[in-house]
């Protein structure tokens, strides 16, 4: 496998992905998520790779119903990274993600100073989970994410869709 090839998914994973799209469709009027660019103090970013996704990813996941944003937020980083936030996160941009569905929105906030309660242990959901230097991430980093990162950095504007 060339590592520098970009993570495609299945069709497996996209029939699975449509599936739980068409109930939360008929669940639910519009789905919300939140992501987390999370930065230790060295300035590192924590990225996760998902067992059912290809690629590495900012942490994150969907709100639940009578959960707010930052709950989920602080869910999603305990979950996938044993992560606690240090300062408050700052909501940096609301994306559309058109390409999991017509009704799908990322709230994309920043953590800095987060620290991680023991290491990340794999399991079903998460492969594998890890601070990198910026200059330094691993080649199957999605798109997505490294345009999450340069729009952090000031190297590009904010897009509206994920």
């Known amino acids: 496998m060339n590592d520098d090839a970009p993570p495609t998914r299945s069709p497996f994973v996209k029939l699975v ?14 789905t919300m998520g939140v992501r987390a660019a999370c ?10 790779r998902h ?7 900012l942490p994150g996941g969907g709100i639940e ?7 989920a937020l602080a869910k999603e980083m305990r979950e996938e990274g044993n992560l606690v936030i240090g ?3 700052q909501l940096l941009h609301i994306y559309f993600n058109r390409q999991t569905s017509k009704r ?6 920043r953590c800095d100073g987060v620290t991680q309660t023991g290491l990340r242990l794999k399991d079903r ?10 200059d330094a991430l691993p080649a199957a980093t999605t798109a997505a ?3 999450r990162l340069l729009e952090i950095a000031g190297k590009a504007p904010f897009a509206d869709f994920w």
């Open 17 to 30: 992905t449509r599936v739980l799209h068409v109930y939360f469709a008929l669940s639910r009027g519009m």
């Open 39 to 48: 930065f230790d103090e060295a300035g590192r970013i924590f990225l996760v």
């Open 51 to 57: 067992s059912y996704v290809p690629g590495w990813h």
């Open 65 to 71: 119903r009578g959960e707010t944003a930052l709950e």
């Open 87 to 89: 300062a408050p996160p």
């Open 104 to 109: 799908d929105h990322v709230l994309l906030y």
């Open 125 to 134: 959901e998460i492969v594998e989970a890890g601070f990198f230097a910026l």
């Open 145 to 147: 994410t490294r345009r």
